[in-house]
């Protein structure tokens, strides 16, 4: 399991101390050259989600050339609404009713698909705002490198790389943007019809950053797992030789008394005192 780019998040994913909602979200950052790995370690892919990924693949780059006209001023913003509103509601039911689409993350994406299309249902009722549908979800093409990069492994690096140069600014800067700017737009809307739209943002701003924290935090536990990865190898060097040297000590008691052990043991201070120099 830690053989892969992926792998290296073993350790996070075995600690006692990894709660389960952050062994979920780490294994959506785990889509690395080795394929698949699951929860409980399976390598093979389930169909429901070779397929789910594919129609994703497909369907993604669609939503997000989609967004990125619209806010080019070459698409209608509403029929984006539009268009989003139905994905999120098909990819809602489908992760629903077959809970192997996604058997790591099954209730976590429909969480963020719920708030998603609560924050839709806004530009939805008022299409002058559509286009904040466009600014949020243009970071679907961020997604499909997710996804692409779990199904095309022969690709994983260029996508890795396109993965992360977009996600800081689409996730990291323009969502924490786009909370503030809800909040100054909607100044003159009422409170229960500005409040629901800022806390959905909100949220979907703490799903964003808890993806980033957590993908440091695997890397920086590679970094301390690769440091450490002697030391158990070193010891049990240390302990064999320590238990040969003691058998031998005990059979020079035996045969010569203790002269002759304190004699090897001197011998060996002195050999332990020239290699330390």
């Known amino acids: ?7 290296t998040l073993c350790a996070i994913l075995t600690t006692r101390e990894a709660s389960r909602t952050e062994k979920l979200m780490v294994s959506v950052l785990a889509g690395g050259a080795g394929g698949y790995i699951g929860m409980n370690g399976e390598r093979k892919q389930p169909l ?34 539009d268009v989003f509103i139905l994905y999120i509601v098909a ?11 996604l058997p790591s993350l099954h209730g976590l994406i429909l969480g963020h698909h719920v708030v998603t299309l609560l924050l839709l249902l806004f530009p939805y009722r008022y299409p002058a705002f559509a286009r904040f549908t466009c600014w949020d979800g243009i970071t679907e ?13 022969a690709a994983y690096k260029p996508l890795h790389y396109a993965y992360w140069i977009s996600f800081i600014p689409m996730r990291l800067i323009l ?17 229960y019809e500005r409040l629901p739209v800022v806390i959905c943002q909100f949220l979907l701003c703490c799903f964003n950053y808890g993806m980033f924290y957590l993908s440091v935090k695997r890397r920086l536990t590679k970094k301390k797992k690769v440091s450490t990865a002697q030391v158990p190898a070193v010891n049990r060097c240390t302990d064999r030789r320590n238990a040969a040297t003691e058998l031998h000590e005990r059979r020079l008691l ?5 002269s002759a052990v304190n004699g ?11 290699k330390s120099r």
């Open 1 to 7: 399991m830690c053989q892969t780019p992926s792998g």
């Open 91 to 101: 990819d809602f039911l489908w992760i629903l009713l077959q809970p192997a689409t």
């Open 175 to 191: 969502y924490p943007y786009m909370l503030v700017r809800f909040w100054v737009v909607l100044e003159d809307f009422p409170m």
């Open 48 to 81: 429901a989600l070779q397929w789910h990924d594919r129609v994703n693949i497909a369907a993604l780059p669609i939503l997000g050339g989609l967004c990125a006209l619209s806010l080019l001023g070459y698409y209608d913003a509403a029929k984006v609404t």
């Open 264 to 274: 090897i043991r001197a011998e060996a201070g002195v050999q332990e005192d020239l």
């Open 141 to 153: 093409i961020n997604t499909f490198f997710l996804i692409a990069r779990r199904q095309i492994p």
């Open 254 to 258: 035996k045969e010569n008394g203790v």
